[in-house]
């Protein structure tokens, strides 16, 4: 049914959380700010690391300074504890035996991004992979998912954005794919409503054919 399959990365592929708690609670500390549970870093995620440690500190307090210290402890510790959900590799192994064309889309900075494909090495599935400043907009804009259909030369019928984020559901939305959203990640909904929903990754088995 589907040619073209986007995945969000973190929370859909890869479970980062711990890597970005342990990051954003290193940063806290170190400018003597209150810290929280990982729960709450959760609530926080899927908007780009500016909006979470916005979010972490407070808009009133925000510093540029706290961001760009934050940037360079994940640089350091984004592998740390980070790791493939359980079962995505096969649902990767099973889009590509078909003979679907396979990109990530995330949030973060396309130079974590790219880390994170080539050290995971998810690079032997996906086609192309890019970052929030990979385009002029990030999702939930429609931007970037339009700029790859028109890229690959394909309808929207034959796509489907695949995330745990209200993000990835609102930017499919936005250009007129179809979304399935992840419960087994972290992220949330809000208004927007997706076309399939999965509790656990190996439910994507039978919407990726």
Known sequence: MFELFIFDLDGTILDTIEDIHDSLTSTLQFFNLQTFDIETTKSYVGDGFKALVQRAIGDT???EEYETHFRKIYQKN???KTKPFENIFEVFEQLKYNDKKLIILSNKAFDNTDYLVKYYRLDKYFDEWYGADSFPEKKPSPTPINTILNNNQLI???AI????NYTDIEAGKNANIKTCFCEYGYGKLRDVKP??????VKDL?????
Do not use: H, Y
Not at 195 to 200: A, L
Not at 205 to 209: D, E, H, R, S, V
């Open 78 to 80: 984004q592998t740390n």
């Open 195 to 200: 076309d399939f929903s999965v509790k656990k």
């Open 156 to 158: 929207p019928s034959k």
């Open 61 to 63: 307090v925000f510093k």
């Open 161 to 164: 954005i695949i995330g745990d």
């Open 205 to 209: 088995l039978n919407i990726c054919k």
